[in-house]
């Protein structure tokens, strides 16, 4: 098990550019989420979804962001067009609803500088 | 609403046992988790409680919850440097999803 895969580890772009994060979870997951870390503000719930289909976006924090999951092993995390404000590290993870004493596993992180 | 608080720093002495508190609000939730996040690292599972149980322990950790007060603590005994990490509270949220507190950031002093 190669755990919860997120691509790319560091990413540098320019502000005004798209920025797209990329996350593979676990085999056989039906949940995923993405969050977003900050010195500021900790850990933040952007959006999950539960077998592809997303169940709460709330924490999306404006219409730049938007998140897909076109199937059970793939989903991606667009910024469009970054800002400054969007730097941080922006973590992916997957979870088993009938696994739910093992939590959720994490990914790496992806650390967005926008400049 | 779903909340889950903690302190952001403690600082301890190599040697010594670190205790990390935790209060949250759902008192629905099944499990309760502490993780671990090193630096430049994900949220790591460090261990769970099911929520009727009150002490867990795992070696140097125990886990002690108070439901009735709905209070969570993470006791590491004999605190060495490698556990210098930032601790994560988190719930099981009714939607499925965790809530996660801010972390506690533990340094350990030699």
């Known amino acids: 098990d190669a755990g919860v895969i997120q691509s790319p580890r560091h990413e540098v772009t320019e502000m005004g550019q798209e920025v797209t994060l990329r996350c593979k979870p676990i085999s056989g997951h039906d949940y995923l989420f993405w969050y977003r870390q900050t010195m500021m503000r900790g850990l933040e719930l952007l959006i999950y979804f539960n077998n592809n289909v997303p169940i709460d976006d709330s924490g999306m924090p404006e219409d730049r962001f938007s998140a897909k999951m076109p199937n059970a092993s793939f989903s991606t995390l667009k910024i469009q067009p970054s800002e400054p404000r969007d730097s941080a590290v922006y973590f992916c993870?997957?979870?088993?609803?009938?696994?739910?004493?093992?939590?959720?596993?994490f990914g790496s992180g992806t650390r967005l500088t926008v400049v | 609403g779903e909340d889950v608080e903690q302190s952001l720093f403690l600082s301890v002495r190599e040697g010594d046992s670190s205790v990390i508190n935790c209060t949250y609000t759902?008192?629905?939730?099944?499990?309760l988790y502490w993780y671990k996040q090193e630096p430049g690292a994900g949220l790591q599972l460090l261990t769970y409680?099911?929520?009727?149980?009150d002490m867990k322990q795992d070696q140097r950790l125990t886990v002690l919850l108070n439901k009735k007060d709905k209070h969570l603590s993470l006791r590491i005994a004999d605190t060495q440097t490698g556990d210098s990490a930032i601790y994560f509270c988190?719930?099981?949220?009714?939607?499925?999803?965790?809530?996660f507190g801010k972390g506690t950031k533990l340094s350990v002093k030699p």
């Open positions: 759902d008192s629905s939730s099944t499990y």
């Open positions: 409680i099911f929520s009727n149980m």
């Open positions: 993870a997957s979870r088993r609803r009938d696994r739910a004493n093992y939590g959720y596993t």
């Open positions: 988190a719930e099981g949220g009714s939607q499925g999803n965790l809530i």
